[in-house]
């Protein structure tokens, strides 16, 4: 538990920080020679991190392009920098995507290309009673903040299932808390069971003795769905279109080096956590968490427009419906031709 406090206060202090960064940048304008990037300190961010961290980004964009990064704990944290044009490009779920592309003016902000597939789990209480959805009701249910990836899929999955959460009138108390928070509950047992992304799944199994009920990815076609994805401000891309396909360039790369080392990847990510948040996790969490998840440049297409609609039937896309056309960013062959030469 010690461990955990001292990452979530490490977290902390860097959304403090990054939040300050936005007032503190918001008036800057993208003609500097930089691409100033997001992501999260968790391991479906594998891509971001070791990018960072093994220089495969600025090796790719070189030394006239100087990289920026922020690390935040949550999707609407990201999408809000977005907004006031702090930062170029984030790795959020499908959920801060969506919403993003929906709010940003003229739909502004759209998806680049996939990050992870999969990496989220049900896992449940080892005091708590719960062996399938018929024993939901009155139990105490956490997932991470309304409207992110979790809590869309733990909601879509008890209407499946004729159960609502308490608030809606139904039986089943939905928390909606921080995965530290999730952390703490789940010591205490003051909650029977949680929806969270690795890898905090594997932490509650592992060290907290919880029962993985089952894998999200049972629930999707094909056993895939986009959990990490890669967007960005089309202003920035439109005006830097040899930075970010020099960037595509090294997010495939980087990817492909992940899957190859995954081993190397584990110590990348735990060296990152210790020199940011002042802690590591366990070898065998992060290896666990790490073969959990499908690290993949494919955005999973089929997997957003399916969030979509789970997200709109529980009324997070607003009351006029929503329109999801162009939420992919291609770029156009022959002006990309004409960026690079």
Same mark, same amino acid.
Request: aromatic share 12%; charged share 20%.
């Given at each position: 538990?010690?461990?955990?406090?001292?990452?979530?206060?490490?977290?902390?202090?860097?959304?403090?920080?990054?939040?300050?960064?936005?007032?503190?940048?918001?008036?800057?304008?993208?003609?500097?020679?930089?691409?100033?990037?997001?992501?999260?300190?968790?391991?479906?961010?594998?891509?971001?991190?070791?990018?960072?961290?093994?220089?495969?980004?600025?090796?790719?964009?070189?030394?006239?392009?100087?990289?920026?990064?922020?690390?935040?704990?949550?999707?609407?944290?990201?999408?809000?920098?977005?907004?006031?044009?702090?930062?170029?490009?984030?790795?959020?779920?499908?959920?801060?995507?969506?919403?993003?592309?929906?709010?940003?003016?003229?739909?502004?902000?759209?998806?680049?290309?996939?990050?992870?597939?999969?990496?989220?789990?049900?896992?449940?209480?080892?005091?708590?009673?719960?062996?399938?959805?018929?024993?939901?009701?009155?139990?105490?249910?956490?997932?991470?903040?309304?409207? %992110?990836?979790?809590?869309?899929?733990?909601?879509?999955?008890?209407?499946? %299932?004729?159960?609502?959460?308490?608030?809606?009138?139904?039986?089943?108390?939905?928390?909606?808390?921080?995965?530290?928070?999730?952390?703490?509950?789940?010591?205490?047992?003051?909650?029977?069971?949680?929806?969270?992304?690795?890898?905090?799944?594997?932490?509650?199994?592992?060290?907290?003795?919880?029962?993985?009920?089952?894998?999200?990815?049972?629930?999707?076609?094909?056993?895939?769905?986009?959990?990490?994805?890669?967007?960005?401000?089309?202003?920035?891309?439109?005006?830097?279109?040899?930075?970010?396909?020099?960037?595509?360039?090294?997010?495939?790369?980087?990817?492909?080096?992940?899957?190859?080392?995954?081993?190397?990847?584990r110590i990348v990510f735990n060296n990152f956590l210790d020199s940011h948040l002042g802690q590591s996790l366990s070898d065998d969490v992060v290896d666990i968490a790490l073969s959990n998840l499908k690290i993949t440049d494919d955005p999973k297409s089929?997997?957003?427009?399916?969030?979509?609609?789970?997200?709109?039937?529980?009324?997070?896309?607003?009351? %006029?419906?929503?329109?999801?056309?162009?939420?992919?960013?291609?770029?156009?062959?022959?002006?990309?031709?004409?960026a690079v030469t």
């Open positions: 538990m010690k461990i955990r406090s001292v990452i979530f206060v490490g977290i902390a202090g860097i959304v403090v920080f990054s939040v300050l960064g936005i007032f503190l940048n918001s008036s800057e304008t993208t003609s500097d020679p930089k691409l100033r990037i997001a992501y999260f300190p968790n391991i479906g961010h594998a891509i971001p991190i070791v990018g960072m961290e093994n220089g495969f980004f600025q090796n790719s964009l070189g030394d006239q392009i100087k990289i920026e990064t922020r690390v935040f704990d949550s999707g609407p944290q990201a999408i809000e920098s977005l907004f006031a044009n702090s930062i170029d490009i984030a790795y959020v779920g499908p959920g801060p995507a969506i919403n993003g592309f929906l709010n940003s003016q003229n739909n502004n902000v759209k998806i680049l290309a996939g990050a992870a597939s999969g990496g989220a789990s049900f896992i449940v209480h080892p005091d708590s009673e719960i062996n399938s959805a018929s024993d939901f009701s009155g139990k105490k249910i956490a997932a991470p903040q309304i409207g %992110n990836t979790q809590d869309v899929s733990l909601r879509n999955y008890l209407s499946e %299932n004729n159960l609502r959460p308490a608030e809606k009138g139904g039986s089943v108390i939905v928390y909606n808390i921080s995965n530290p928070d999730i952390y703490t509950l789940f010591v205490k047992g003051d909650i029977d069971g949680a929806w969270v992304a690795e890898p905090w799944a594997t932490i509650l199994e592992s060290e907290l003795d919880g029962k993985r009920l089952f894998y999200e990815e049972e629930l999707w076609p094909e056993n895939e769905f986009a959990s990490v994805l890669l967007i960005g401000n089309v202003n920035y891309i439109e005006k830097n279109k040899k930075v970010i396909q020099n960037f595509l360039s090294a997010h495939h790369e980087t990817m492909i080096w992940i899957n190859d080392n995954p081993k190397d990847t089929d997997s957003i427009f399916s969030f979509a609609e789970k997200a709109d039937t529980l009324g997070y896309l607003g009351r %006029n419906g929503y329109d999801l056309s162009g939420i992919f960013y291609y770029f156009d062959t022959n002006s990309l031709e004409d």
